[in-house]
């Protein structure tokens, strides 16, 4: 009797634990909302908000509560199915060639490896480029139903071209500047301490820089981030602080600083004519191979031949040079400069020329012309999604966890 009592109540258990399962499984596979009739279930919002709550807590250290994120990611989901299902009515298509493209394109954006995205993401390959696809999709189905109203009249580009004119500021600066050897940190802090009369004449006995001690006029975005950085804080006639550069160590003297007017010129892009040897070859010999060309003893192709190294053409915008040259350049023509090191070689270039550019110019009104581009494609956006709902049946099932 005892014996069948015993398996009476394991079958009853069993019953329980089938019965539970089925409720659990069925609970997962409810629906959360229906856009158009295709649903989205509770567990794919689950999973949506867990992928929130895992790159928030990566990104920011905090947790946010699954109810918190509830109804924001369900709207999200709910205007993703939206445009998914117009992409898909308008016939869009995206292949693997332009998947790679778009993901090699955000690697170089955040300047990260594929492996930093995917840890950065909390995300597999796979998982990364269906993302990138679905993007893909919804920008392809954004453009090409509001190819026109994307258009940017001219008159919105000349209003923010004059917006950014008047609100920009910009300055330049007549300053001094002398580079010493790391083991002339004495030397270099003594300069620091002298008064604006005084730093000329010392520095020139001082400094180990190529450049001449007076660098002349320089608009502010033809130096080094950290000596703007100083000059900001400074008044005419004081002397900077030392600063520490891959190169050596730098102190400034700002003579005096005037503001930058529209018809004034500006470096455009820079063309330098560019060694790069092996990372092995060893400092001191590329230090005085820099001499011998201000000198004019060498020539580029010889020091390419003795060092194994190539010779190539270096054209930027000032703005997208490397960070380790462009900490160390003035932009003045005829500049020589290095050596830098940057990724597994070594570098030492002459500037042989400077576009000169207009504050308003060519390259002013392309970024107001991107500025007027990116607000009314937000503003557009907005529209369509709404006219989207507009014309969709949207049933929300679940409002709330």
Same mark, same amino acid.
């Given at each position: ?92 298509? *995206?292949?693997?060639?332009? +998947? ?7 690697? @170089?954006?955040?300047?990260?490896? #594929? $492996? !930093? %995205? ?89 400094? *180990?820089?190529?450049?001449? +001690? ?7 975005? @033809?130096?080094?981030?950290?000596? #703007? $950085? !100083? %000059? ?170």
């Amino acid at each position: 009797m005892r014996s069948n009592r015993r398996r009476l109540s394991a079958f009853i258990l069993l019953l329980a634990s089938a019965a539970a399962a089925r409720g659990q499984e069925a609970d997962s596979f409810r629906l959360a909302a229906s856009v158009n009739g295709d649903p989205i279930l509770t567990h794919e919002l689950d999973e949506r908000i867990a992928y929130v709550q895992g790159n928030i807590e990566r990104a920011e250290g905090r947790q946010v509560a699954y109810a918190d994120l509830y109804p924001r990611v369900l709207e999200i989901m709910i205007e993703e199915r939206l445009v998914l299902q117009r992409a898909r009515d308008l016939g869009s298509q *995206v292949n693997e060639i332009q +998947v790679t493209q778009a993901v090699e394109r955000l690697l @170089q954006q955040r300047q990260m490896t #594929l $492996e !930093q %995205l995917l840890e950065a993401n909390g995300v597999d390959e796979e998982r990364l480029r269906a993302e990138v696809r679905k993007d893909l999709l919804i920008e392809n189905a954004f453009i090409r139903d509001n190819r026109r109203e994307l258009a940017v009249a001219p008159d919105e580009v000349n209003q923010r071209l004059r917006l950014r004119l008047e609100n920009e500021r910009l300055r330049e600066y007549l300053i001094e500047h002398a580079i010493l050897t790391a083991d002339k940190r004495p030397h270099a802090e003594a300069l620091s301490l002298l008064a604006s009369e005084d730093f000329y004449d010392a520095a020139l006995q001082e400094s *180990v820089s190529t450049n001449p +001690v007076n660098l002349g006029w320089l608009h502010e975005r @033809q130096m080094p981030a950290a000596y #703007l $950085e !100083q %000059l900001e804080r400074m008044q005419p006639g004081d002397v900077s602080p030392v600063m520490e550069f891959s190169n050596g160590l730098h102190v400034i003297h700002m003579l005096a600083r005037r503001p930058v007017v529209q018809g004034q010129v500006r470096p455009g892009k820079v063309t330098a004519k560019m060694l790069r040897v092996p990372a092995d070859v060893d400092d001191e010999d590329l230090v005085e191979a820099v001499s011998f060309l201000k000198l004019g003893l060498v020539g580029f192709e010889e020091l390419a031949e003795e060092f194994d190294g190539e010779i190539v053409t270096f054209e930027r915008l000032p703005e997208n040079m490397p960070q380790e040259i462009r900490n160390n350049l003035t932009l003045r023509l005829g500049e020589l400069a290095g050596p830098f090191v940057i990724g597994s070689t070594k570098v030492i270039l002459r500037i042989t020329a400077i576009d000169q550019m207009v504050i308003g110019s060519e390259r002013y009104r392309d970024l107001a012309l991107n500025e007027v581009f990116a607000t009314n494609r937000a503003t557009l956006r907005r529209k369509w999604i709404e006219h989207l709902r507009s014309i969709s049946a949207i049933e929300i099932i679940r409002a709330e966890p």
